[in-house]
């Protein structure tokens, strides 16, 4: 046997098994199979200067609403397709996929970013915050709270990306102008034209988040 | 999905610029608009060449003269931000905050705005136009009303799509730039490529070739500099008419005017007679009136962007008579 098939044969066994880890708090461990399409490549760390082969998988360490994960990722999958279909965290949403709309709006190091234009290589060890880790335990947090008591949606789509945007808001202006807040949201597009309740939100959720 | 390609983080220059000579490498600063190209199939990439493990690119500095030095990876918010890009060149702070949306300014770098793909909706389509090294361009005679109407040779009529470029050639900036032969520093108006000289291009830059820093000089004596976009709508747009000005000024005299057009032309367009009719003259009606008429004169529009000719007119007037106004009407 050659020396490649047996790095196949030992990759696919950890593909098969769906590699994860999940260092974090709880005791939780994601499972099922992680990969859905068989794979034969070799899996590697993303080091510095180290070139990852188009047809690899990349050991990605990412850091996600305080836990810590390890998944393998293929160098071209986005931050939100890794998010959604491997981690299976499906708060961030799929409009566009191509930085237009802003359903998939999730916080890296406090700033608003698109994640379907972000590669899950380029966050590694990055602070990423998704809609899911705004929750205070069971209740919702003082934006989400905002937003459900001002009718700040109608289909919901757009929701959590609106809602992240207006997080990243906050977090760089405690209490922004209508002017700040129209600005602060205008990477998020709503089909249903919730914005003037949107607007209302980010009002109420910057008074929220001081009280 | 992204199509497959190969990815590799250098954490030195000079390794960074190795892998770029490989066959189809391309080097990714934020990504914002080079995933959207490898997506669309605009571009082949089969290599990426990550930017992000490239310390010495980031930060921005003051230099010896008193300009300042910005790393190619800030952030378009970086500069947006910046108290001495605010307090030194208030123009290229309003340009930045004019690019696209909070999260792409977050992620978008200096450099990358500098470098990026046309937004020609036939370009961007699955047009093989002259542009993708097809035999025609479709807009010529087809759906043009967001196009150039200046300097497009009746070639290749994209508009250049940066806010920061066109203030950046006002303030005559330069860029550093680290290749595989020599090192060498080219002045941003000198960076992209008008269609009559080849059509392919966007930027000089040669195969490897990194932009490290943008250098602008230290400002000049009373230096009055804004930039104005004017679009179809507050959330994300290109430009349908934008001007860059640095003036510098004595007095109310203007001594030396630098206007800088976007949305106009394939490159950043400087207007040459409108800066003549401004340099060494004092702001007065009819001044305004000649120079935006000026800058109009040698507009060449298509059939459907007649429109941009009066607009251009009508904003460069609104502009003039801000300066020396603080900014307002
Ligand atoms: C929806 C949308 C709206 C947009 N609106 C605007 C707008 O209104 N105004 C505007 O100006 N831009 C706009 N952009 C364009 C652009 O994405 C950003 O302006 C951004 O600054 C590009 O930077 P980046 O770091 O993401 O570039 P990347 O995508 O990483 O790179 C862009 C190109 O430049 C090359 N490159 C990057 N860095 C360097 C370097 N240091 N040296 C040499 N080559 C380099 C890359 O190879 C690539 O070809 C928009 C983009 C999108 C998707
Ligand atoms: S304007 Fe340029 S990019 Fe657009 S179709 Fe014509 S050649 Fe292609
Ligand atoms: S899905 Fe990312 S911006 Fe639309
Ligand atoms: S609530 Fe339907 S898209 Fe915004």
């Known amino acids: ?211 | 999905m992204l199509p497959k390609f190969s990815y590799v983080r250098p954490d030195k220059l000079a390794q960074a610029v190795k892998h770029l000579e490989t066959d189809k490498a391309v080097i990714h600063a934020g990504g914002t608009d080079l995933l959207g190209c490898l997506r669309e199939r605009i571009m082949d990439g089969d290599l990426l060449v990550s930017l992000g493990g490239l310390k010495g690119l980031a930060g921005i500095k003051e230099t010896a003269d008193g300009g300042l030095s910005i790393g190619a990876l800030t952030t378009i918010t970086e500069v947006s931000e910046n108290r001495l890009v605010r307090d030194k060149y208030p123009g290229l702070a309003q340009g930045a905050a004019e690019v696209a949306s909070p999260q792409l300014r977050n992620q978008g770098t200096l450099g990358g705005n500098l470098c990026q793909k046309p937004r020609c909706w036939y370009f961007r389509g699955e047009f093989h136009c002259l542009r993708k090294g097809g035999g025609l361009c479709f807009a010529i005679k087809g759906e043009n009303q967001f196009h150039a109407i200046f300097g497009h040779d009746k070639i290749c009529a994209i508009t250049h799509p940066s806010d920061t470029a066109p203030v950046l050639v006002a303030l005559n900036a330069s860029v550093d730039v680290v290749g595989p032969a020599v090192n060498r520093s080219i002045a941003v108006e000198d960076l992209h490529v008008p269609p009559a000289e080849d059509v392919r291009a966007e930027t000089v830059l040669k195969r490897g070739e990194i932009i490290t820093r943008i250098t602008i000089p230290a400002p000049a004596p009373n230096l009055y500099s804004s930039y104005r976009k004017i679009r179809a709508r507050r959330s994300w747009d290109f430009a349908l008419a934008g001007a860059a000005l640095a003036f510098a000024m004595d007095g109310d005299r203007v001594s030396r005017a630098n206007v800088v057009l976007s949305g106009a032309a394939p490159v950043p367009w400087r207007s040459t007679a409108m800066e003549e009719v401004l340099s060494g003259s004092t702001l007065t009606a009819e001044t305004i009136f000649r120079a935006a008429r000026a800058a109009v004169a040698e507009a060449r529009p298509l059939a459907g962007n007649q429109y941009k000719v009066e607009m251009f007119r009508g904003m460069l007037e609104e502009e003039l008579r801000k300066v020396g106004k603080g900014g307002e009407v």
């Open chain 1, 1 to 211: 046997m050659s020396k490649d098939d047996q790095d196949n044969r030992h990759c696919e066994g950890y593909t098969r098994r769906g590699f994860i880890q999940f260092i974090g708090v709880g005791a939780g461990v994601v499972g099922a199979s992680l990969i859905s399409q068989p794979f034969n490549g070799p899996v590697l760390a993303n080091e510095d200067d180290q070139v990852l082969p188009a047809a690899s998988m990349v050991k990605v360490r990412l850091k996600i609403n305080g836990n810590r994960y390890e998944v393998l990722a293929e160098p071209r999958w986005s931050l939100l397709y890794v998010l959604r279909e491997i981690i299976g965290q499906t708060g961030t949403k799929l409009g566009c996929d191509r930085g237009e709309c802003g359903a998939c709006t999730v916080l890296i190091d406090d700033l608003p970013r698109y994640a379907c234009l972000t590669l899950a290589v380029e966050v590694e060890n990055r602070e990423i915050t998704t809609v899911e880790g705004l929750m205070n335990g069971e209740e919702l947090g003082p934006v989400q709270t905002a937003f459900a008591e001002n009718d700040a949606f109608q289909c919901g789509y757009c929701t959590p990306g609106q809602v992240m945007a207006v997080e990243g808001l906050l977090r760089k202006v405690e209490s922004p102008s209508a002017d700040e807040i129209r600005s602060g949201c205008s990477g998020n597009l709503c089909r249903c034209g919730a914005y003037q309740n949107i607007f209302a939100a980010a009002d109420q959720a910057a008074r929220l988040k001081k009280s």
